[in-house]
T-cell receptor, first 114, second 110 residues
Framework: NAGVTQTPKFQVLKTGQSMTLQCAQD?????MSWYRQDPGMGLRLIHY???????DQGEVPNGYNVSRSTTEDFPLRLLSAAPSQTSVYFC?????????????FGPGTRLLVL | RKEVEQDPGPFNVPEGATVAFNCTYS??????FFWYRQDCRKEPKLLMS???SGNEDGRFTAQLNRASQYISLLIRDSKLSDSATYLC???????????FGDGTTLTVKP
């Protein structure tokens, strides 16, 4: 299994540009999430999904859209990039078993907005 | 108040030391608790889940106190390779989402 893959690894955008960060998992996990991590801080949840066709907002959803048309894919769209969106973005997938959960993260996308 | 709060650190300890990290959470309905490890510029990886009865994995011991809404991680006999940021994570039942603390940075020195 490839696990959780993210593309691109690095991206530079100009203010106002839009783009999509790709995330895919091949573990058939129900749950997928997008986080951003700013320097010296923990991960903040942007959007998450509990299954195909179901998404919900996290802590910091403004400026981002998501969709979950398949179990495998969970793209994150930046509608109009702003310098405040400069961050490292992590996608994660997870499953629960017997009340326990294991969350697997992709390697991250480093985004710089000028 | 943040939902999950951790010792700000950083912790700088010599090899062989015992170090403890603390974490508190605000939502009493939280059901699942975890410690993740994150190396510099890498993705977080699950270190261990935290169970009510406490659990141990080698040199690592995790404790949960639901009454005080407090989680701890104890690392015994610290190794250089333990240097990382440790993230406390809390999850509500059937919520599909996790809340992360800001992390505590540990540096183990020779």
């Amino acid at each position: 299994n490839a696990g959780v893959t993210q593309t691109p690894k690095f991206q530079v955008l100009k203010t106002g540009q839009s783009m999509t960060l790709q995330c895919a998992q091949d573990m058939n996990h129900e749950y997928m999430s997008w986080y951003r991590q700013d320097p010296g801080m923990g991960l903040r949840l942007i959007h998450y999904s509990v299954g195909a066709g179901i998404t919900d907002q996290g802590e910091v959803p403004n400026g981002y859209n998501v969709s979950r048309s398949t179990t495998e894919d969970f793209p994150l769209r930046l509608l109009s990039a702003a310098p405040s969106q400069t961050s490292v973005y992590f996608c994660a997938s997870s499953y629960t078993s017997g009340g326990a959960e294991t969350q697997y993260f992709g390697p991250g996308t480093r985004l710089l907005v000028l | 108040r943040k939902e999950v709060e951790q010792d700000p650190g950083p912790f700088n300890v010599p090899e062989g030391a015992t170090v403890a990290f603390n974490c508190t959470y605000s939502n009493s309905a939280s059901q699942s608790f975890f410690w993740y490890r994150q190396d510099c510029r890498k993705e977080p990886k699950l270190l261990m889940s935290v169970y009510s009865s406490g659990n141990e994995d080698g040199r690592f011991t995790a404790q949960l106190n639901r009454a005080s809404q407090y989680i701890s991680l104890l690392i015994r006999d610290s190794k250089l390779s333990d240097s990382a940021t440790y993230l406390c994570v809390v999850r509500l039942p059937n919520a599909g989402k996790s809340t992360f603390g800001d992390g505590t940075t540990l540096t183990v020195k020779p």
